[in-house]
């Protein structure tokens, strides 16, 4: 089995598919090692084991919402595009969305994906409340306010089985995405946070051919005023009249819909269409979370290595995200821009690439996303979580005996040896 991009497989002895609540904690219960596994959307290793994996795609996927308190509970293997539907269909809405909605909402959340926007957190951001399946079998509920509950929705999946997460929403609401084509990136980041802030999600690509920002993705919410920059002097980037691809030879029939057109917030927030191949489908990647406050030495570091990551690059896309409390997010105590890079499916000279955008941001404490490629050592990244230490502890007394570690997390929590 493979993960999607097609450069990891698995090892696991077996892989269990579980039906029930009751299969699933003999299961785990019954391992000597398991690890969850979502729709393998990760690049790293982090969903990977040589003992057992378990997947939840055979559980019921309830969605349950409660209107009183203005949250949802869903079942951990239901993907994002599934819960977007129902919640909508109730009059609810999620804050954000990654860029694609085929995801797990654990599995995405275990790794702390993003989407956009400066008022935005990460997914787990919104997380209000988690139940385990423990190493014993036991399920335990954990929710905000608990003692240790920031270390829990971004978990790397080491802490337990969650079967199901318990979201904040808020009222359904429409937004209108307009791609803008064409911004010099100096113009871009001599006006970063005018540009980023303009609306509630902002975009930016580019495939560092030429120092331009190829296209400006704004998604504006409708009971919102109309973004402003456009009126900039500066912003020189024109409204594209088709709908286009960020790899703008693939086709845009995979994206949602621009144009300005309003329309549901999940049919704009996450860039690809839950039915089709989202990205270019060929790839692999890696992304990085600077503080905002580097954001722009940062880009700048980036542009000026233009020429030796263009040949490997497919497109490079920075967002937004606000900072959380959550202790492995990448938004852990500051605002943060992420410097995501799409690149050829070739991975070694994609390693060398990666070498050198890591040396690149080195002084901008460039935290790399978990669930994408890094080069950098386990040591630098600990170096990175002010509360990695407190995590090392969590894992410790929520899976004594290490029944879900695995290689990926032994080389993070314990340098390579087994927990
Ligand atoms: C085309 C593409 C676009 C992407 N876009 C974005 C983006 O916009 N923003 C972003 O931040 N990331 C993005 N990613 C990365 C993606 O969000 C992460 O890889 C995410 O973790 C995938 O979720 P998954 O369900 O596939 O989890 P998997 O990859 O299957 O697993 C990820 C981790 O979650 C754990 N896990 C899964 N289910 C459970 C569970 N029930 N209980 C406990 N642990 C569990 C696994 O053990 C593993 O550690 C993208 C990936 C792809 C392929």
Not at 212 to 227: H, K, L, N, S
Not at 288 to 307: F, K, N, Q, S, W
Not at 365 to 378: G, N
């Amino acid at each position: 089995m493979l993960n999607w991009a097609g450069n990891v497989t698995f090892r696991a002895r077996r892989v269990h598919r579980p039906s029930t609540l009751e299969d699933l904690r003999a299961t785990v219960a019954g391992s000597s090692r398991i690890r969850a596994l979502g729709t393998r959307h990760s690049f790293s290793d982090v969903a990977d084991t040589t003992a057992d994996l378990v997947s939840l795609e055979n559980m019921p996927p309830a969605i349950t919402i409660d209107p009183v308190a203005s949250t949802v509970t869903v079942a951990g293997q239901v993907r994002y595009a599934e819960l977007a539907a129902e919640l909508d269909a109730a009059g609810f809405a999620l804050a954000n969305l990654a860029s694609l909605p085929h995801i797990s909402v654990a599995g995405a959340c275990a790794t702390g994906t993003h989407g956009s926007g400066v008022r935005n957190t990460t997914l787990p951001g919104s997380v209000r409340r988690l139940d385990l399946v423990m190493a014993d079998g036991d399920v335990r509920t954990i929710g905000r306010g608990d003692p240790g509950f920031p270390g829990v929705p971004v978990s790397l999946g080491a802490l337990g089985v969650v079967t199901a997460v318990t979201l904040d929403v808020e009222p359904a609401y429409e937004v209108a995405q307009t791609v803008h084509l064409d911004l010099p990136v100096a113009a871009a980041l001599d006006n970063f946070r005018e540009l980023v802030s303009c609306a509630y999600s902002v975009c930016l690509f580019t495939d560092w051919a030429e120092q331009v920002f190829t296209q400006v993705w704004v998604i504006a919410r409708t009971d919102e005023p109309e973004p402003k920059i456009v009126r900039e002097p500066w912003f020189t980037a024109q409204p594209a009249t088709r709908d286009v691809h960020p790899v703008i030879t693939n086709s845009a029939a995979a994206c949602t819909t621009q144009r300005g057109i309003p329309g549901r917030w999940h049919t704009r927030l996450s860039h690809f269409r839950p039915e089709c191949t989202p990205s270019s489908g060929e790839e692999l990647q890696s992304e990085y979370a600077v503080p905002a406050a580097h954001a722009v030495p940062a880009l700048r570091a980036i542009a000026g290595i233009a020429e030796a990551v263009h040949p490997v690059l497919q497109i490079c896309e920075v967002r937004t995200v606000a900072a959380d409390d959550l202790w492995l997010s990448p938004a852990y105590g500051t605002d943060t821009v992420t410097i995501h890079f799409t690149w050829i499916p070739d991975e070694r000279p994609v390693r060398e690439a990666i070498r050198l955008v890591e040396e690149c941001l080195a002084p901008f404490a460039a935290r790399p996303h978990w669930a994408k490629l890094t080069e950098m050592s386990p040591d630098r990244v600990r170096s990175l979580y002010p509360r990695f230490d407190d995590f090392r502890s969590l894992v410790r007394e929520y899976d004594p005996v290490g029944r879900f570690a695995n290689p990926f997390t032994d080389r993070y929590l314990h340098d390579g040896s087994p927990a």
